[in-house]
């Protein structure tokens, strides 16, 4: 799994698959790795025969950590966001974006399919909107235009995000705290089985830790706000995908992600999957890869 120069940044990626298969590039959510997307979702997209790329984001995983950039002050700027002050956040979701159209053309990707879940469909969505000609359709999973007056994260959803993360060094803290909130947003129906959770947060930790990166980018999504006016941009075929159980981001969020974009002249269509949260539960991967195939080959 190589590194590559893209945007002035050193992106860890790893590619599947045969090179010549259509291309699929998968977009990774707030302060976590490439490896949330499963490996056995991977396999199913290039079983089904495409050829799949996944990625670290900036300030994440094996990508470039902007250490000078500083540490936002999280409860100060959210204090800030709730009162609609100007907040102060090194980048926005729209220098991600650029990041991911740098990695397409550094990897000579043609109008890849791209996918994106929660801050990484954020992502997709504004790439598709800046950089209409990199893009050949778009899945938009467990995201938002980040409309302000969109439903909120319900309390317990929130309280176990903006928990403050491990002191420095110790390793069990940050995986407790990443085994308490990724139990808290999967799916109730379809819950992740705890040994298998807390192996595989002890390798997402053990891979890299860097809350200081998580924070940058919290304040990037908050910074963007409502991006409704790029999301009205967009002109690839979309497919929004949401879990009925979503307690993060509503699946209301998802239906007015494809509304604006319909609003806006292009096409979209919606898939709310039951038994879904804020995650991709195993027994759900099957249908979610389908769904995405089906959209991708039109």
């Not at 540490?71 to 709730?82: D, H, S, T």
């Not at 938002?144 to 069990?172: E, F, N, V, Y």
């Amino acid at each position: 799994m190589p590194n590559i120069d893209a945007n002035g940044l050193s992106l860890h990626y790893e590619s599947l698959g045969n090179e010549n298969d259509p291309p699929i590039l998968l977009i990774m959510g707030l302060a976590v790795q490439m490896i949330l997307w499963p490996d056995a979702f991977c396999q199913l997209l290039v079983d089904r025969g495409f050829r799949v790329i996944r990625f670290d984001n900036r300030d994440v995983g094996l990508s470039t950590h902007l250490d000078h950039l500083g540490v936002p002050n999280v409860p100060i700027e959210y204090a800030k966001f709730m009162l609609r002050l100007p907040l102060k956040s090194s980048y926005l979701i729209d220098d991600m974006a650029a990041d991911t159209a740098a990695l397409i053309d550094a990897l000579g990707l043609k109008q890849p399919h791209v996918v994106g879940a929660s801050m990484g469909g954020m992502i997709a969505q504004n790439l598709a909107a800046n950089y209409p000609d990199k893009v050949a359709t778009l899945t938009s999973i467990m995201s938002t235009t980040g409309r302000r007056s969109l439903p909120k994260p319900t309390w317990k959803t929130m309280r176990a995000i903006m928990q403050p993360p491990a002191k420095r060094g110790d390793t069990q803290g940050a995986i407790d705290r990443m085994v308490k909130v990724l139990g808290v947003i999967s799916s109730k129906t379809y819950p992740p089985d705890p040994a298998y959770l807390r192996e595989f947060c002890t390798r997402h930790i053990e891979r890299s830790n860097y809350p200081q990166g998580g924070a940058r980018q919290l304040m990037a999504i908050a910074a963007s706000d409502d991006r409704t006016y790029t999301v009205r941009k967009i002109k690839a075929p979309t497919l929004v995908i949401h879990g009925d159980e979503d307690k993060l981001v509503s699946p209301v969020c998802g239906m007015e992600t494809a509304r604006e974009i319909v609003y806006g002249g292009g096409r979209a269509k919606v898939s709310i999957i039951k038994g879904m949260a804020h995650d991709f539960p195993v027994p759900l991967l099957p249908q979610i890869a389908q769904e995405i195939v089906g959209h991708c080959k039109g």
